[in-house]
């Protein structure tokens, strides 16, 4: 199965992602997580790609659809993919259908979650996560059970994301607006594009994820 979650910057793509790893034993492969990786190690892609993320602009096309294909090859025995962050532009989503039309793959469901701006200012100012194993978390929806204790490691390090400053949200907005949405009518008319309330409870919104797959 091939599952592809569109939406604006917090939205809750990553954290319906992670739910859905877990139910379906699928797996997440985010752009966002991979080009982080990349920066960190100070690779020649995190290099190129640091001071556009910081930027909140979209890294080419090109050094994507790399990043992404090799990817999509290493896991093409997997039970299926969730694609979470990209594609991001028309150029991506035809890349990506050649890259599964060669592996004999389909997209089963392109799902949107919708947020508005409001929402999503709150979300990304709140967000932090675990600096040890990456487990996400918010100050007023996603809290530790502990306060300053990880509830998946135990650790009590916590990072902030860099691209989540006002500055940086507001481009990382313009850039979803100016680019990113203009695939929902590409893949609107190919009939499989759902769009799904992100503004609703977590819970709610993976109920509404699984009804789909479900449905299949
Ligand atoms: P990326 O890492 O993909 O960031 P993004 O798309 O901006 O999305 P986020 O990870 O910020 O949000 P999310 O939707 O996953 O929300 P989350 O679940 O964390 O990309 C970063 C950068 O990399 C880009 O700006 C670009 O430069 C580059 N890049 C990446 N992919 C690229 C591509 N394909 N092409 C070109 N460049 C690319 O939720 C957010 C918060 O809200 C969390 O705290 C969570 O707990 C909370 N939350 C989630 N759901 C709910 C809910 N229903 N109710 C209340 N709170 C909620």
Redesign the pocket.
Known sequence: MILI?L????????????RLVTAYGLVQL???????SEVKSQSELGQK?KE??E???????D??IKM?SVRISQESDAEGIIL??????TE?AKALDIMLKEKDLRINHVIQ?E?NEE?IVE??S???SCTDCGM???E???APVNKGICDKCKSTNFTR?S??SPK?LR??LS??KEQTALILPYYSTKGCLKSID?????D??FDEIKKMIDGD
Request: charged fraction near 25%; proline fraction near 4%.
């Open positions: 979650l939406g604006a910057p917090g939205a809750g793509k990553g954290t319906q992602a992670e985010s752009t966002g997580e991979m080009l982080r790609a556009i993320m930027s909140g602009e979209l890294v080419p096309d050094l994507i992404i979470d962050g990209f594609p991001r532009t991506q979650l947020v929402e979300r990304l709140g967000r932090f996400g978390y918010h007023k929806f996603a994301r691209d989540d940086t481009n990382r850039a979803y992100g503004m609703a409870e977590m709610i919104v």
